[in-house]
């Protein structure tokens, strides 16, 4: 029996209609049985020491093995291993510890170049960069009032790629810089942009930036790139200004579509390393010296931009769902680099957990 013919059964054929990446979300009891499918699986699947898993696995050239990058433990649950177009592999584990998810083994920081060969930017055009811009805009809203008005605050953008986030905080009226690792994308950015500026290479390598003193840093689908999180996250508080906050959109390892299609989830894509959630972000930002962090649940760009065809019934199980798993396919994260940002940014409709110090 098809898949499909067992969803039309179970559910009906109302649901056919409704886009692959929200059925999970609006079919009658669906989020219960995924549910239940994922805390199975976690029970099931075996939790292997390091050594062992090390003699399992091949290991690329570019690679190497790794234990948590969260909170230390070498022993590795295996779970996944997605696959995609010119025969690119991976395997993913989860930490039995504190259930990070990430590559294993993962890429080498001073082989990252290698994942980014010519060619990354050109699709960065078009209606592809019209759905980003309205991405940004619709997790600024999600935020506000943290990014309605940029006058006279400092921002960076880190990975800044080809400049269209730079451009709607330059309309704002940030004061904005970004850096990118691809020199083609810098070029490109730099045109596209009237006062912003984007540089090549680190940080601490351009002058303007390496003085610090952000209002605001932010990482758009970045984080699930950095090899080395810990060192990339304590120098973005060094940077902040007193008061300051980082935004992160990355997607989310608690997703229901995760829990759903396994190696075949969206998230699994070529060139990303680790997958965090409302569970491990925090114990990245803690680590790093944040006092605090709010997320924003993410229901899906066409929903909360009101140009989805779902009818209205649909859409507020959906959002129900989502809020009840925390499971929406991305995440969004405002962190706050200390009692000052908490004080200024939190309040509204955020609820900011306080971290331990
Ligand atoms: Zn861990």
Request: hydrophobic share 40%.
């Amino acid at each position: 029996m098809t898949k499909r013919l067992l969803g039309r059964l179970m559910y009906g054929k109302r649901y056919n209609r409704v886009p692959w990446g929200q059925r999970v979300y609006v079919r009658p009891g669906e989020r219960l049985i995924r549910e239940a499918q994922w805390k199975r699986l976690i029970r099931s699947a075996p939790v292997m020491a390091l050594a062992d898993y090390e003699r399992s696995r091949p290991l690329g050239e570019i690679e190497e093995f790794l234990s948590c990058m969260m909170c230390g433990e070498s022993r590795q649950q295996p779970l996944f291993e997605p696959t995609g177009g010119n025969g690119w592999r991976y395997h993913v584990v989860r930490c039995p510890s504190c259930g990070f998810l990430y590559r294993n083994p993962n890429v080498r920081p001073e082989r990252l170049g290698d994942l980014y060969a010519t060619g990354y930017n050109s699709f960065l055009t078009g209606k592809y960069a019209a759905n980003r811009q309205r991405r940004y805009d619709l997790t600024m809203k999600a935020f506000s009032p943290v990014f309605d008005e940029g006058k006279e605050r400092r921002l960076l953008d880190f990975g800044s790629g080809v400049g269209l986030f730079l451009e709607l905080a330059e309309q704002r009226g940030f004061e904005s810089f970004g850096v990118d690792l691809s020199p083609e994308s810098v070029a490109q950015a730099n045109e596209r942009l009237s006062k912003a500026r984007t540089f090549h290479g680190a940080p601490e390598d351009v002058p303007e930036i390496a003085a610090g003193g952000f209002d605001v840093i932010t990482l758009w689908s970045v984080l699930a790139h950095l090899p080395r999180p810990l060192d990339d996250f304590a120098k973005f508080r060094s940077l902040l200004a007193p008061g300051g906050v980082l935004l992160i959109l990355t997607v989310n390892a608690r997703s229901l579509l995760l829990k759903a299609y396994g190696s075949e989830w969206s998230g699994f894509t070529k060139n990303h390393l680790m997958f965090y959630s409302s569970e491990t972000v925090p114990t990245l930002l803690r680590r790093t010296g944040f006092a605090g962090v709010a997320f924003a649940p993410h229901y899906g760009d066409t929903i909360e931009a009101g140009t989805t065809a779902l009818p209205e019934d649909l859409r507020r199980r959906l959002r129900r769902n989502v809020e009840l798993s925390d499971g929406g396919n991305m995440m969004r994260v405002l962190a706050f680099a200390d009692e000052e940002a908490i004080g200024r940014w939190g309040g509204g409709p955020l609820t900011v957990h306080r971290f331990d110090t």
